[in-house]
């Protein structure tokens, strides 16, 4: 009898075990499986949590379940792209539910539970700030110098259907983010102290200017713009707006009292920003120096 004991046991001992485990699912899907023991605090023991422990799982838990909201925005074909909300995890809720199986070893399963994240821009905001142009500009590139060309392209596609809120500021830095080999950006000629030299991401200086110039004709307020040390041959003497990751900005503020939405895109070797307000939007356009003097191939 003795024999036929412990192999029962044996067998037994993993169920046992398995009865202290909290399975957490995520779309129909188990994406973890704890045990009571790992959260018990280290020092106090049985019924303490660990909380630094917790946070932990807290914190792995919401990197998976979080979807990014999406924005409405308009494509190629100038059509409006239906927005897509996002999701985070319900983080009180989850607590709850955890603490219940940590102290009661009740439910053995959570489903995570979610908030919907709503995007910042729907389809009617976009339908209504679509409608009247308010400020425009228009630069020159070769688009036979490809990796300048690609630079251009890929800020150009980034500032793309941005939209202003009233009274924000519009970081260029910040929306286009840091230019690295990783996002495409090649390495084309920049101006560095005066100088001509290779850096990655040259030629993105061409769309912060062309922007500046379409929001300085829309009226807006600019905060923060700086100039080449150097002539630069897209835009007139003291139009440009040079931008560097690691120092200069190109920053300006909607002030007035409906959003602006960015309109940017390359056709050949021609760069358009313009920008776009509802139809009862109160504005004072600016004058700003036409490229009718520059020359139109940018052949740097």
């Known amino acids: 009898m003795k024999y036929l004991l412990i192999p029962f046991l044996l067998l037994s001992t993993p169920q046992i075990a398995q009865k202290d485990n909290l399975q957490i699912q995520h779309r129909d899907k188990i994406i973890k499986e704890i045990n009571h023991k790992e959260f018990?605090?280290?020092?106090?023991?049985?019924?303490?949590?660990?909380?630094?422990?917790?946070?932990?799982?807290?914190?792995?838990?919401?990197?998976?379940?979080f979807i990014e909201p999406k924005n409405a925005y308009i494509n190629e074909n100038g059509m409006i792209m239906k927005e897509k909300a996002g999701f985070k995890l319900y983080r009180k809720q989850f607590t709850e539910k955890f603490l219940q199986y940590f102290y009661e070893k009740e439910?053995?399963?959570?489903?995570?539970?979610?908030?919907?994240?709503?995007?910042?821009?729907?389809?009617?905001?976009?339908?209504?700030?679509?409608?009247?142009?308010?400020?425009?500009?228009?630069?020159?590139?070769?688009?036979?110098?490809?990796?300048r060309a690609n630079n251009i392209t890929l800020a150009t596609e980034a500032i793309n259907n941005?939209?202003?809120?009233?009274?924000?500021?519009?970081?260029?830095?910040?929306?286009?983010?840091?230019?690295?080999?990783?996002?495409?950006?090649?390495?084309?000629?920049?101006?560095i102290k005066g100088?001509?030299?290779?850096?990655?991401?040259?030629?993105?200086?061409?769309?912060?200017?062309?922007?500046?110039?379409?929001?300085?004709?829309?009226g807006v307020e600019i905060v923060q713009r700086y100039s080449h040390s150097r002539k630069v041959p897209y835009v007139p003497p003291g139009r440009?707006?040079?931008?560097?990751?690691?120092?200069?900005?190109?920053?300006?503020?909607?002030?007035?009292?409906?959003?602006?939405?960015?309109?940017?895109?390359?056709?050949?070797?021609?760069?358009?920003?313009?920008?776009?307000?509802?139809?009862?939007?109160?504005?004072?356009?600016?004058?700003?120096?036409?490229?009718?003097?520059v020359k139109k191939l940018n052949r740097s």
């Not at 018990?40 to 379940?65: C, F, S, T, V």
């Not at 100088?195 to 110039?213: A, K, R």
């Open 40 to 65: 018990l605090n280290p020092l106090l023991g049985e019924p303490y949590l660990n909380q630094e422990k917790y946070d932990e799982l807290l914190e792995e838990i919401d990197q998976q379940a």
């Open 195 to 218: 100088e001509l030299s290779e850096g990655i991401g040259g030629g993105i200086c061409q769309v912060s200017s062309t922007l500046f110039n379409a929001a300085d004709n829309a």
């Open 162 to 191: 941005h939209v202003v809120f009233p009274g924000e500021t519009f970081s260029f830095n910040e929306v286009v983010g840091k230019r690295t080999i990783e996002k495409g950006y090649l390495s084309a000629p920049v101006i």
């Open 240 to 293: 440009d707006a040079t931008v560097s990751w690691y120092g200069p900005d190109f920053t300006f503020k909607n002030k007035y009292n409906q959003p602006l939405l960015i309109r940017a895109k390359i056709y050949g070797g021609q760069m358009i920003v313009q920008l776009f307000s509802s139809d009862v939007i109160e504005f004072e356009q600016r004058k700003v120096p036409s490229m009718k003097n």
């Open 107 to 147: 439910p053995r399963k959570i489903t995570i539970p979610l908030l919907s994240l709503h995007p910042k821009v729907d389809s009617e905001l976009l339908a209504s700030i679509r409608t009247q142009r308010i400020g425009q500009y228009i630069t020159y590139f070769n688009k036979n110098n490809k990796e």
